[in-house]
């Protein structure tokens, strides 16, 4: 047994240091290294790559480049990553639609939960559920008494079908009882609607949304996530509020199921590095994120990727959310 892990922890190491007479000449990293965001350049989760490819530069020692490949919720991003080397040099950054994938659409070109490994957990990306500032809802409970009064004719906007804050809205319904109907808003104009009244609520993205709420242009009525946002401190989460959902968006970092184990921690050290660096955690906050805090291991990460999945595929489920492609 003794002389079996000492020929697995030798072949781990060989695998990120290299063997023999190419160890001194050949460690991972040796190129490049490529962070593949699955969404458009100046998107919350593209800031982030920025900000950390910035940090990981000096820690790896070699460039680290930002790449966008947007397009079908994330997917498009995704599935390059998910068929790319197992080498560790093609690193998807996404956010959490990739956890409902698996449940809402009909065909992927990849399996989420197979073909990608997490690395690591960037940030939470809690969402608020706002109305406009001229609107007599001035609560989570006066809008849940006004579906009841009123049932099937409120509205409730969303960034697009099966994104995290449709299925935010469809838990709100589910778990309440009520139905707020669903207005997907697949190229922005949520947030002049319900500027405007024309729809009674949205549930959008903090790091787009906190400028409106904090201008008064928007009236913030909730946030999602086990805890209040440090940037809007007297919005109650949707728990506090009676709706015990916790689910939240977020930011992580993916490669190819079958990178080494080595490289993997070996990247998961450098995100962890970077995000505890002076300073990091203020931009983030800033941008409407919320760190991670205490920072996980890629191990972590997997995991409560798993549970987001899980958690997301109920809620999908139960709204009969489905997307032909």
């Given at each position: 047994?003794?002389?079996?892990r000492?020929?697995?922890s030798?072949?781990?190491?060989?695998?990120?240091?290299?063997?023999?007479?190419?160890?001194?000449e050949?460690?991972?990293p040796n190129?490049t290294?490529t962070?593949?965001?699955a969404?458009?350049?100046?998107?919350g989760?593209?800031i982030?790559?920025?900000?950390?490819?910035?940090k990981?530069r000096?820690?790896?020692?070699?460039p680290?480049?930002?790449?966008?490949?947007?397009?079908?919720a994330?997917?498009?991003?995704?599935?390059?990553v998910a068929?790319?080397?197992?080498?560790?040099?093609?690193?998807?950054l996404?956010?959490?639609?990739?956890?409902i994938?698996?449940s809402?659409?009909?065909?992927?070109?990849y399996?989420?939960?197979?073909?990608?490994?997490?690395?690591?957990?960037?940030?939470?990306?809690?969402?608020?559920?706002?109305t406009?500032?001229?609107?007599?809802i001035?609560?989570?409970?006066?809008?849940?008494?006004?579906?009841k009064?009123?049932?099937?004719t409120?509205?409730?906007?969303?960034?697009g079908?099966?994104?995290?804050?449709?299925?935010?809205?469809?838990s709100?319904?589910?778990?309440a009882?009520?139905?707020?109907?669903?207005?997907?808003?697949n190229?922005?104009?949520?947030p002049m609607?319900t500027?405007?009244?024309?729809?009674?609520?949205?549930?959008?993205?903090?790091?787009?949304?906190m400028?409106?709420?904090?201008?008064?242009d928007?009236?913030?009525?909730?946030v999602?996530?086990?805890r209040?946002?440090?940037?809007?401190?007297?919005i109650?989460?949707?728990?506090?509020?009676?709706?015990?959902?916790?689910?939240?968006?977020?930011?992580?970092?993916?490669?190819?199921?079958?990178?080494p184990?080595?490289?993997?921690?070996r990247?998961n050290?450098a995100?962890?590095?970077?995000?505890?660096?002076?300073?990091?955690?203020?931009?983030?906050?800033?941008?409407g994120?919320?760190?991670?805090?205490p920072p996980?291991?890629?191990?972590?990460?997997?995991a409560q990727?798993q549970?987001?999945?899980?958690?997301?595929a109920?809620?999908?489920?139960?709204?009969?959310?489905?997307i032909?492609?």
């Amino acid at each position: 047994m003794i002389q079996r892990r000492q020929i697995l922890s030798g072949a781990a190491a060989a695998v990120l240091f290299g063997a023999g007479g190419a160890a001194a000449e050949d460690p991972y990293p040796n190129r490049t290294v490529t962070f593949l965001v699955a969404s458009s350049a100046g998107s919350g989760t593209d800031i982030v790559a920025r900000m950390l490819a910035e940090k990981m530069r000096d820690d790896l020692g070699k460039p680290v480049i930002v790449e966008n490949r947007p397009g079908a919720a994330g997917n498009i991003g995704a599935a390059y990553v998910a068929h790319a080397p197992k080498d560790g040099y093609t690193i998807l950054l996404t956010a959490g639609a990739l956890a409902i994938a698996p449940s809402v659409y009909e065909k992927l070109s990849y399996d989420p939960m197979k073909d990608l490994a997490g690395v690591a957990w960037l940030a939470t990306v809690p969402l608020i559920l706002v109305t406009s500032p001229k609107s007599s809802i001035g609560s989570m409970q006066e809008l849940l008494a006004a579906a009841k009064r009123e049932p099937d004719t409120l509205t409730f906007g969303s960034f697009g079908t099966a994104t995290p804050s449709h299925l935010a809205g469809e838990s709100i319904n589910q778990m309440a009882g009520i139905k707020l109907r669903h207005v997907p808003y697949n190229r922005g104009g949520a947030p002049m609607d319900t500027m405007s009244g024309i729809i009674t609520v949205s549930i959008l993205d903090a790091f787009s949304t906190m400028p409106l709420v904090q201008s008064g242009d928007l009236k913030a009525l909730a946030v999602t996530g086990p805890r209040r946002l440090q940037a809007l401190p007297d919005i109650p989460t949707l728990s506090e509020a009676g709706i015990p959902f916790e689910t939240v968006g977020w930011h992580g970092a993916f490669v190819p199921a079958g990178t080494p184990a080595p490289i993997i921690e070996r990247l998961n050290g450098a995100f962890v590095k970077a995000l505890s660096s002076p300073g990091m955690a203020d931009r983030i906050i800033a941008g409407g994120s919320v760190p991670i805090d205490p920072p996980v291991t890629a191990a972590q990460w997997e995991a409560q990727f798993q549970r987001d999945v899980a958690s997301w595929a109920k809620v999908a489920q139960a709204a009969n959310i489905k997307i032909k492609n």
